[in-house]
């Protein structure tokens, strides 16, 4: 199975839910809950849980950058809904 696959079953198999993972580049797909911290000049992306894991990726600058824009627009979507 390729990552396009499993996107497409994450996607169909959690429908509305499905909306927490996200694919970043070519080779992750991502609990979006679990982002600490993104550092597009180092080329990094840290997730945790706060308590017992603590997981950095190494992904590329321009993905990083897009991650962080889309979380940009998904924070500036709610706040402009309340």
Do not use: C, W
Not at 3 to 32: T, V, Y
Not at 53 to 82: C, H, P, R, Y
């Amino acid at each position: 199975m390729n990552l396009g696959d499993m996107q497409k079953l994450i996607s169909d198999s959690l429908k509305e839910r499905a909306a927490i993972f996200a694919r970043i580049g070519k080779r992750h797909i991502i609990n979006i809950q679990y982002i600490y911290r993104i550092i597009p000049m180092q080329q990094s992306l840290v997730l945790t849980d706060g308590k017992k894991f603590s997981f950095q990726l190494k992904i590329s600058k321009e993905a990083l950058k897009q991650l962080k824009m889309m979380i940009v627009d998904n924070v500036k979507g709610k706040t402009n809904n309340k």
